[in-house]
């Protein structure tokens, strides 16, 4: 089926403010995007051209730990920071919108809203139930936690001094992603009018958590849940950690993944009329299920299968925005840009945010541009490099048949398969999801391999691009979740990760496996390297988060241990890497000189049907 274009608006500039870590990730900020309607001012870096930050016009007072009792009795600690007047420095009038984040982590700065605060807004800090100085269970988004989000909600609309009745909800990672089950449990005509969830995605065992069904990083995150949130978090992260190591039912997904799985909730939030701004980043570890969210929300805003790629013909909305910088997680956002989305939403201000007709905003790796267009995937037809003689990758299948051996373990020289594409002689852009299809067979009843892409420039320069993960156990695709181009090259593979099935040994299988997506610029004489291994190295499985495949399971080590993997090329075994290739001239932008900093200009780009492929 044909279900995409590369449909490109307008640029747009605006300044970064840097917060970074796990923890903090409380105040994030968006993208905003030139409206096409009469008025637009190319010389302005606002939406509409006419809106700008507010000045500060409050200071700000805290109260701390208030006590907010919950349908069951139990009480959830709450900070409220408020406007207070400059120059009495008493309480503002008011009354105002609020903002409220729902954290669980220990060295929260209940202040960190100030910003918002001081252009007149209430900001509430709510902790989560059994964390820090919460009581009551911790149980990692449960439905109870949804419910405990939507009773805040109605608390901070209706019994918070000085609140107008509107509230937004904002934050990033954990504070992101339970924005979700709370506009899910709140409804339709809550008090809810928009969201700002960042540094999350439609995935957790897909993406933080598992890579290929393999726990990735991101576990340790539990085996130090409790140094990290208090309260009695402890015990529950290393249960979880237990059960998953010995292969048990959450080592798959099963019920417990699948109630966690924000992406379910898509059409959710679309019948409860709650727009929402995504951020995320290239390095985060919701890089690709963020994008894959944008994409759930516009589909079901237009009432069409939630979870398929974008038709090609799709209008985007302005209501569901994501913006993809640089950097890790909750890294190089912005508080204007919220300040923005808010004001537009909970104020009613007149900012243009919303009427953009391109709401997917990405920066690209290696020129440092910024790129707006609205349809995802973005490529209509993927381009194959098969994998050949010689270790090369070439983009017509080879004549030859052959196969290449790599082992089970650490990166090594018989551990280690690396392809080379010929240079690009007119540059390229990589432009979205990227998949492996690997003919491959081992000498166990499992099997491991680690796709890992790379631009090499033409001085010999090494930038790391993107990988994903097959394990042959859990290789398995839910037809009905995975997409494919108008040819059936696999564009997003959707594992099934349900159950494990052996793999027999020697047995020759196709294995289509997602690699997550970038926007990446391919400079002229450069080539694309991809490297193939089957572990990764133990130095690299120390950080808390990660998205690599550090930590087999019990069963699946043994299942793995003293293989050696074959990897086919040829006529009939046509091993490839699929990229989502454009020529190199598709966007117009301006080169950004500094990676961190948004930076867009009002240039309109070529149009929805440009022959922006090869």
């Known amino acids: 089926m044909k279900w995409i274009s590369a449909r490109f608006g307008w640029l747009r500039t605006a300044a970064v403010i840097s917060v970074s870590g796990m923890v903090l990730a409380l105040l994030s900020c968006g993208l905003a995007e030139e409206g096409d309607g009469a008025g637009a001012r190319a010389s302005s870096p ?10 500060v016009a409050y ?59 001081q252009r007149g807004y209430l900001f509430v800090t709510a902790y989560v139930r059994g964390t820090t100085t919460s009581g009551g269970k911790f149980s990692f988004f449960s439905k109870r936690d949804a419910r405990d989000g939507a009773e805040l909600v109605t608390w901070a609309a209706t019994r918070l001094q000085n609140s107008n009745g509107k509230v937004g909800l904002t934050g990033g990672s954990y504070a992101g992603i339970n924005q979700m089950y709370t506009v899910a449990e709140a409804g339709a005509h809550s008090p809810i009018q928009a969201i700002a969830p960042y540094c999350m995605g439609a995935e957790f065992y897909r993406e933080a958590y598992f890579a290929g069904g393999i726990p990735t990083q991101t576990l340790n995150f539990q085996r130090v849940i409790g140094s990290s949130m208090g309260g009695n978090t ?53 890089a690709q299920s963020s994008l894959e969210l944008y994409s759930y929300f516009q589909n079901a805003s237009r009432r069409l299968p939630v979870f398929g790629p974008m038709p090609e013909d799709q209008k985007a909305t302005g209501r569901y925005q994501v913006i993809m910088s640089q ?23 007149r900012t243009g945010i919303e009427s953009t007709t391109t709401p997917l905003h990405a920066h690209e790796m290696v020129s440092d541009r910024w790129l707006n267009t609205s349809a995802y995937p973005v490529v209509p037809s993927y381009t194959r490099y098969y994998l050949t003689a010689n270790r090369a990758l070439s983009p017509t299948v080879p004549d030859a048949t052959g196969n290449d051996n790599v082992a089970w373990a650490r990166p090594a020289a018989n551990s280690t398969l690396q392809y080379d594409s010929p240079a690009f002689e007119n540059g390229g852009t990589l432009a979205g999801p990227i998949s492996a299809s690997f003919y491959a067979s081992s ?4 099997l491991e391999l680690i796709a890992t892409v790379q631009l090499i420039g033409a001085n010999g320069s090494v930038t790391p691009v993107s990988s994903g993960t097959v394990l042959g156990s859990l290789a398995a695709n839910d037809p009905s979740r995975s997409w494919s181009d108008a040819h059936g090259v696999p564009v997003r593979p959707y594992g099934k990760y349900t159950a494990p099935d052996p793999v027999p040994a020697g047995a020759i299988k196709k294995y289509d496996f997602a690699i ?43 299942s793995l241990a003293g293989a050696t993997e074959t990897i086919y090329y040829g006529p009939a075994t046509s091993s490839s890497l699929n990229l989502p290739l454009l020529k190199a001239d598709c966007w117009q932008s301006t080169e950004n ?22």
């Open 443 to 446: 000498t166990t009843s499992n």
């Open 327 to 349: 950097g890790g997680h909750c890294e190089n956002q912005d508080q204007r840009i919220t300040l923005e989305w808010f004001d537009t939403w909970l104020k009613g201000a």
């Open 59 to 117: 200071d700000s007072k805290l109260d701390s730990q208030l006590p907010v009792e919950m349908s069951d009795g139990v009480i959830l600690k709450v900070d409220v920071s408020y406007p207070t007047d400059p120059v009495t420095g008493q309480r503002a009038r008011g009354p105002f919108p609020v903002l409220l984040t729902q954290t669980p982590y220990l060295n929260t700065q209940s202040t960190a809203g100030d910003y918002f605060v």
């Open 516 to 558: 997550s997506p970038r926007f990446a610029h391919i400079p002229v004489g450069s080539k694309l390297r991809l490297t193939v291994t089957t572990q990764t190295p133990t130095a690299n499985c120390s950080p808390l988060l990660g998205v690599d495949p550090c930590f087999p399971t019990a069963p699946e080590a043994s």
């Open 46 to 55: 606002w939406p509409g051209g006419s809106w700008a930050p507010a000045e």
């Open 234 to 286: 402890a015990p529950i992260g290393a249960a979880l950690v237990d059960e998953i190591n010995s292969g048990g039912p959450r080592a798959y997904d099963g019920a417990f993944w699948q109630e966690r799985t924000p992406g379910n909730l898509a059409q959710k939030i679309v019948d409860a009329g709650v727009p929402a701004l995504l951020w995320s980043s290239n390095g985060d570890i919701y």
């Open 593 to 614: 000189p500094n990676p961190q900093v948004p930076y867009w200009n009002a240039s309109s780009a070529a149009g929805a049907r440009t022959p922006c492929q090869k």
